[in-house]
Structures are given as structure tokens and as C-alpha cells.
């Protein structure tokens, strides 16, 4: 009853909050670009609802069904990982783990690939493959739909792009000695265990170890959410929104939740994994704690966007695998410090 009660104010506490991130990232861009913005609860929360309400569009792919349910399969990924993390969950089958919180990413990640296999149209109107016009098809012509190649960037993305936040990820858990979430909360916050009001004796992102993969863990952060400068999967200029471009109306929404849910739950792992604080519906001061931690990386997200080109695989290649080594360190330092 415990984990079914702390399970279900979770995701009712989680979901609407991350409906509202995306309103304060763009007034902060907006700030830092000298404009107004719209309404906070405008990018996020009304657009959700106004997807919701639009007319079905029905998108043309080779498995239509499958590609439709690909978004549902993505929020109900995103929900298991912040299940995972919240602490009525941590002795459930070993999930609350690294491998369980690494699974569950790739898992996301795959999705974008599927997408944009699975999309056969631009802007909702098929190209079809064989030409009617006489004369207009040309020998050994090779024709495919742009937001394949979208399909092509989420491999290589998934290959190199985000190597960096998985090596990352493991510092708090080699400083802990432990694959298990519940153990680097205990490391960092042991009273956390017998108490309703502690802070974090020895949080791991004020050592050195811990510092460097707060940087990397970030980056990852901003190449999970496809955000500027690592936003190639679906850059406007050329693919248009890549393998997501024809999900509309409830489609649509559904994609909103969950992109902005995982801007949430990435940065509430964080403050739970390099804190101590984790998301705990059953403890109010944790929760809130949580809550309020978890907007410094929405808020870099915002300024680092605000500045930012998008990079091509260049630049990206160098840049993955220069964070690759820098959280190679952290981490060799970690285990060599305990």
C-alpha cells in the first residue's frame, strides 16, 4: 500500500511540475535575449492541453500503430525512471540500480531511432517512391524521406552523444561502493534513513570527483533533451523536427509530456544521486527539497540555450569524447579516493 500510495503522488506531483519547466527555461532565454516571453505556463501546460483538444491526424508510417504507440512507450519509460528513483521503490527486484536507471535511458534513447525509421511523410503529405510524371524519374534514382535520417543521427547520438552521462552517472555509485541507489543516499545522507529533517553530511557533488561529473552529467543532460548545441536530431535547418514531425493533436501532447517530464526526472536523479535528497512523496522536506534543487539544471539548460549554436557531428564527435575522458578521470579518481 505504502509503495502504491507514494508511487501514485509521485507521478501526480511530477508530471504537472514538469509541465511548467518549460515555461521558465524560455523566460530565462527571453531575459537573456532581451525579450518578454510567453506566460510560463504557456510552453508547457496550455500547449499540452491544446494539443489535446486538436483534431487527430492520422501519420503515415510503415507500422502506424507502432509509431502511435512509440510516445506512450516513452512516458511510461520516463514515469519508471523516476519511480525508481524515489526510495518506496528501492527494494523492489534490484530496479532501483544503476542498471535499472542505465536501461531505462537507452530505452528512451532507442525510441528516437524507431521514430525515425518508422516516419514516411513531410509535413503530413506522402512522398511516394515511384514518380507518375513521364520522364521525371531518373535511372537508379535512391528517394527516402528526410526524417530518416533523423533515425541515422539517434544511432550515432546513442553510440558516442551520450557516452559521457553514463560514465558519469556511475561516480556517485563507485564513491558509494554500490550499484544500488538507496546505498549513495546512504553514503552522502545517512540520517536520511532515521529522519524526517537532514541534510546531506558529505554531498558527493562538492568533491572533486563528484564536481567534474556534475559538469559532464550535465552536458549529457542537454544531449539526452536534444537542446541546443546538441540538438542535430531534429534540427530545424534540414530535417525538420526529425522523426517526431508527424505526431500531431493528442500525438503531439503526449510528445510534450514526455520530453518535459524528462527534463524534470534527469535533473531530480541528479539532486537524489549527487545530493543525497531524493524524491520522496512520503517525506515532505525531502520532496520539496527535491523540487526546488531541481530546477538549477532546467535554468543552466536555459542559459546555455540562450547562447547556443547547433553543432554538427564535427564538432560533436570531439566534444562527446573529450567529456567521455573527463568523467573516465572522475570516476578512476573516485575509486582510487575510497
Do not use: C
Amino acid at each position: 500500500m505504502e509503495l502504491l500510495i507514494a508511487s501514485i503522488i509521485a507521478i501526480i506531483i511530477a508530471i504537472p511540475y514538469s509541465l511548467v519547466l518549460p515555461g521558465i527555461e524560455r523566460k530565462i532565454q527571453a531575459r537573456i535575449q532581451q525579450r518578454i516571453g510567453p506566460p510560463i505556463l504557456t510552453p508547457g501546460f496550455w500547449a499540452v492541453l491544446k494539443f489535446y483538444y486538436k483534431k487527430d491526424v492520422e501519420p503515415i508510417a510503415y507500422l502506424s500503430k507502432f509509431y502511435k504507440s512509440l510516445i506512450w512507450i516513452g512516458i511510461f519509460t520516463i514515469i519508471f525512471l523516476l519511480l525508481f528513483s524515489i526510495p518506496a521503490w528501492w527494494g523492489i527486484l534490484g530496479w532501483a540500480s544503476i542498471l535499472g536507471l542505465v536501461g531505462l535511458l537507452k530505452l528512451e534513447e532507442s525510441l528516437y531511432v524507431f521514430m525515425g525509421s518508422q516516419s514516411q511523410s513531410f509535413l503530413s503529405t506522402t512522398m511516394p517512391v515511384h514518380d507518375l510524371a513521364k520522364g521525371a524519374k531518373g535511372i537508379d534514382i535512391h528517394r527516402e524521406f528526410l526524417e530518416q535520417h533523423s533515425a541515422e543521427r539517434a544511432i550515432k547520438m546513442m553510440a558516442v552523444g551520450s557516452l559521457p552521462l553514463y560514465i558519469a552517472l556511475l561516480v556517485p555509485f563507485a564513491m558509494a561502493k554500490s550499484v544500488m541507489i538507496s546505498e549513495v543516499v546512504r553514503f552522502q545522507n545517512p540520517e536520511y534513513f532515521i529522519s524526517m529533517f537532514s541534510l546531506p553530511m558529505r554531498p558527493i557533488l562538492f568533491s572533486v570527483p563528484g564536481l567534474i561529473a556534475t559538469i559532464v552529467y550535465f552536458i549529457g543532460y542537454v544531449i539526452l533533451l536534444n537542446e541546443k548545441p546538441f540538438s542535430i536530431l531534429k534540427a530545424k535547418i534540414d530535417v525538420i523536427e526529425g522523426g517526431v514531425l508527424e505526431y500531431a493533436a493528442k500525438l503531439r501532447a503526449g510528445y510534450y509530456i514526455m520530453r518535459n517530464s524528462l527534463l524534470f526526472v534527469l535533473s531530480s536523479i541528479f539532486v537524489t544521486l549527487f545530493l543525497g535528497i531524493p524524491f520522496d512523496p512520503l517525506k515532505p522536506f525531502y520532496l520539496l527539497l527535491n523540487i526546488i534543487l531541481s530546477l538549477l539544471m532546467p535554468i543552466a539548460l536555459s542559459i546555455l540555450v540562450a547562447f547556443s549554436p547547433i553543432l554538427t557531428f564535427r564538432q560533436i564527435y570531439p566534444t562527446t569524447i573529450g567529456l567521455s575522458i573527463l568523467a573516465a578521470l572522475a570516476l578512476i579518481i573516485s575509486i582510487l579516493g575510497g
